[in-house]
């Protein structure tokens, strides 16, 4: 499994300490399905329901995951990766705005990191993503 994480705080940890606004959490499971289409398949924490009360994510091109979820103040975003055929080997976040409510997450190849690469059906994106008001 590969993890990667991004957050508009300087300290992640903040997120949960720096004032006294409520932290809103989500725990997202998102299948990967053929084509690499995006289906959420299990909320856990606040969300309940398949649209997660906000939270969306879908495929916007090879490899590239447009999250969508509550504009707010601060967001701190986890991402792991589970792919049981090595097809990606790694993820990572490349836009957070938590202004505006939107994260990009792209799945990575071994052999180039630069590029986007589709993962295979069977993958899993576990997202963690937590948001202060």
């Not at 997202?28 to 959420?40: K, L």
């Not at 969300?47 to 967001?75: E, Q």
């Not at 090595?86 to 997450?105: P, R, S, Y």
């Amino acid at each position: 499994m590969a993890t990667t994480h991004a957050g508009q705080e300087p300290n992640a940890n903040k997120a949960h300490t720096a004032s006294n606004r409520p932290v809103v959490c989500y725990r997202e499971r998102v299948n990967i399905g053929a084509s690499g289409a995006a289906s959420q398949a299990a909320t856990v924490g606040k969300s309940t329901g398949y649209d997660s009360n906000g939270f969306t994510c879908t495929k916007s091109t090879t490899g590239v995951y447009a999250v969508v979820f509550p504009k707010c103040r601060r967001a701190f975003l986890s991402v792991t990766l589970y792919s049981p055929s090595l097809t990606v080997v790694g993820c990572v976040v490349t836009d957070l705005n938590a202004t505006a409510g939107q994260a990009t997450i792209k799945t990575l190849a071994g052999t180039n990191a630069a590029v986007a690469t589709e993962p295979a059906s069977g993958d899993i994106l576990f997202i963690s993503l937590d948001l202060e008001p």
